[in-house]
């Protein structure tokens, strides 16, 4: 299963472990993916992985019970 918000299309980062003597090491910084129950336009309800940010801000729907 692949990293990447199904909303905005946020996926894994490059960046740098840097140890106390400076050395430096490739690491990977994965975005907070969590699966949420949306609701679509249609009405019809589907699990999704979205980011936080897209939770927060919104940008999807969770359906009332």
């Known amino acids: 299963m692949s990293k990447i918000c199904q909303i905005c299309g946020k996926g894994p980062q490059?960046?740098?472990n840097v140890s106390h003597s400076h050395i430096k090491t490739r690491r990977r910084f994965l975005p907070n993916?969590?699966?949420v129950r949306h609701q679509l336009v249609s009405g019809e309800v589907t699990t999704v992985r979205v980011c936080t940010r897209c939770i927060r801000s919104g940008?999807?729907?969770k359906p009332v019970k």
Do not use: C, D, E, V
């Open 59 to 61: 940008k999807i729907t």
């Open 14 to 16: 490059t960046g740098n």
């Open 33 to 35: 993916l969590q699966k």
